[in-house]
């Protein structure tokens, strides 16, 4: 279920928007319970993002993204692992998806003009914050991702021997293809800036 946008939400109609995609239990839960191997610095940064978005005196737009999996996923619609980690307040529209693109048959596009700034944290690098970004570039956004509120999973390269590729390096492969194509990547550092004019 999907969030109609509240009339009392702050206006967007040249705005930064603050984007967590599938910021949900199953993932950021303790790793040996499943989460990403970086759940709890990961975690932490995201609570300090949302914390200072909320706090500004012009905040930003803030939305949630929920991934919805198949039956007998660990994001299993109503399911514990489904639940968003951080609850949303009443003003902040809440997105159910099914693919990796939060834009795609959603009503995301319509709470994100194209000329706003998006900022983007969440899971998993390789899948959703990789084509969630990607097509906010194509609509013509500005977009932001940060460095330390982004991970993923190990990857089990089957095919190729067995090896594991580490969620390090492939959240750093996935920073440098979406710098490349024009998203700005910006640090932790930067948080106590992170939503005034730049």
């Not at 910021?23 to 989460?35: A, H, I």
């Not at 930003?60 to 639940?83: A, F, K, L, M, Y």
């Not at 190729?160 to 959240?171: A, L, P, Q, W």
Request: a negative charge; glycine letters at 6%.
């Amino acid at each position: 279920m999907s969030w109609p946008l509240p009339s009392q939400h702050p206006p967007c109609l040249a705005c930064r928007v603050l984007l967590l995609i599938d910021v949900q239990v199953n993932m950021l839960r303790d790793p040996e319970k499943g989460g990403v191997p970086s759940a709890h610095s990961v975690r932490q940064n995201i609570q300090s993002i949302l914390a200072k978005a909320r706090s500004e005196k012009h905040p930003p737009r803030i939305i949630h993204v929920r991934n919805s999996g198949e039956p007998g996923d660990p994001d299993e619609p109503n399911t514990p692992g489904w639940q968003l980690y951080f609850s949303p307040l009443p003003y902040e529209p809440v997105i159910d998806k099914k693919k990796s693109n939060a834009f795609a048959a959603t009503q995301l596009g319509d709470l994100i003009p194209t000329n706003a700034e998006v900022i983007v944290v969440g899971v998993q690098s390789d899948y959703c914050i990789r084509a969630t970004c990607s097509a906010a570039l194509d609509r013509g956004n500005e977009v932001i991702l940060i460095r330390g509120a982004h991970a993923t999973l190990d990857r089990n390269e089957i095919w190729n021997g067995g090896r594991v590729t580490k969620s390090h390096v492939i959240e750093a492969e996935i920073e440098a293809e979406l710098e490349e194509a024009g998203v700005n990547l910006l640090d932790m550092k930067v948080l106590p800036d992170l939503f005034t004019d730049r």
